[in-house]
């Protein structure tokens, strides 16, 4: 393992600190051997500092350079006065390297072992972060299959009586004279039973999803035919669109026409928040084994209040919605093995939506079939 470098100011002090005990060692006289003796020990502070905070390469370097600007001192002072004396000073040398070495090698594991908890809490948060999101989808799946269900029973107690009811409005219509105020009110009703029936139609339809029929296809070329969708409506509200490709984007194994419904459910919502006008962007990009595509507006972006709120069903902000083209999307998102994530940029909401790439969606229906 690599030792912590240490930065040009702190191998000044370091350094410094070593050639100040010298410097007090050569001003003092060889008769007061009690401040030499003190003197001797202030180059541990320097060495274990060096050892302790950056390793056993500086600790060894720290010992090494104290030796060596402390060898003159003994060779041409204290060898001449007290040959003795210098003996014990000479075997303090051995000991700056011994405890610059140990010290080192302690420092080392100090280091490693606060670098593993430090990874192991980096570890950990990343395991809870993805913990948290998974419980979340969960949280969500589960609510659009009970909800789906809830839809499904109404859808079927609900449609038959609204087709009785038409067909008794249009005998009653036929039977007034064109002009009678009361075939007008019969029109009235014909036309509020339909758009009943189509509202049971998209509970159906979220109720009831058809599986996907999937195939390999170009995401790419999926967003130019979303793009061409709506450019019309775009530009009727002074919207421009944007789109930048990644190049060379691997193939996704998904049902074409479901995603197209993902996507344009996704601009028509950014164009309801930009009435006077703005920007769409479109984007794709592959990241790891996946395939992201990304839309992007200037509306100004997602109330944190209702953030967490926006993939339920029948849950809108708008006067004539009903609440559930985000959640359908959501639900063919998971369908495809996918996730659908909405984030707020700089300018308005951004829409993300990941797809496994086409490789590991056949590597799985392969499997299954072999298991089967």
Aim: hydrophobic content about 45%.
């Amino acid at each position: 393992m690599k030792s912590s470098r240490p930065t040009s100011s702190q191998i000044f002090v370091i350094a410094g600190a070593i050639l100040l005990i010298t410097a007090l060692h050569l001003v003092t006289p060889l008769d007061s051997i009690i401040l030499h003796e003190i003197y001797q020990r202030l180059y541990y502070i320097p060495i274990i500092a060096a050892a302790s905070l950056f390793g056993l390469r500086w600790g060894l370097l720290a010992s090494a350079f104290a030796t060596i600007v402390f060898i003159p001192h003994i060779t041409l002072q204290w060898q001449h006065v007290h040959p003795d004396y210098a003996l014990n000073q000479y075997a303090e040398l051995i000991l700056f390297n011994v405890v610059g070495g140990v010290t080192g090698v302690l420092g080392d594991r100090n280091r490693r072992a606060r670098e593993r908890s430090e990874r192991t809490a980096v570890e950990l948060q990343k395991a809870y972060a993805e913990l948290r999101e998974t419980f979340e989808q969960l949280l969500q799946a589960e609510r659009l299959a009970a909800l789906g269900e809830l839809s499904a029973a109404v859808v079927h107690e609900v449609r038959n009586p609204l087709g009785s009811i038409k067909g008794a409005v249009e005998i009653i219509g036929d039977a007034l004279p064109s002009d009678s105020a009361r075939r007008e009110f019969a029109e009235i009703a014909s036309r509020e039973v339909d758009r009943l029936d189509r509202l049971v139609t998209e509970f159906l339809r979220f109720a009831r999803p058809p599986d996907p029929a999937t195939a390999a296809a170009d995401i790419n070329e999926i967003v130019k035919s979303v793009a061409s969708l709506i450019e019309q409506s775009a530009g009727s509200q002074n919207v421009g669109i944007d789109c930048e490709f990644a190049n060379d984007l691997p193939l996704v194994t998904v049902d074409s026409e479901q995603i197209k419904q993902v996507l344009l459910n996704l601009a028509i919502n950014s164009l309801q928040v930009m009435p006077e006008g703005g920007s769409l962007q479109f984007r794709t990009a592959r990241a790891g084994e996946t395939v992201v595509i990304e839309v992007e507006d200037d509306g100004g972006g997602i109330d944190p209040a209702i953030a967490a709120r926006i993939f339920d069903p029948f849950f809108t902000t708008k006067e004539k919605g009903i609440g559930l083209g985000l959640s359908t999307a959501y639900k063919i998102a998971l369908q495809h093995d996918g996730k659908l994530s909405a984030t707020n940029g700089v300018r308005g909401a951004i829409f993300q939506l990941t797809l496994p790439l086409a490789h590991n969606r056949v590597a799985e229906v392969e499997t299954a079939t072999v298991s089967h």
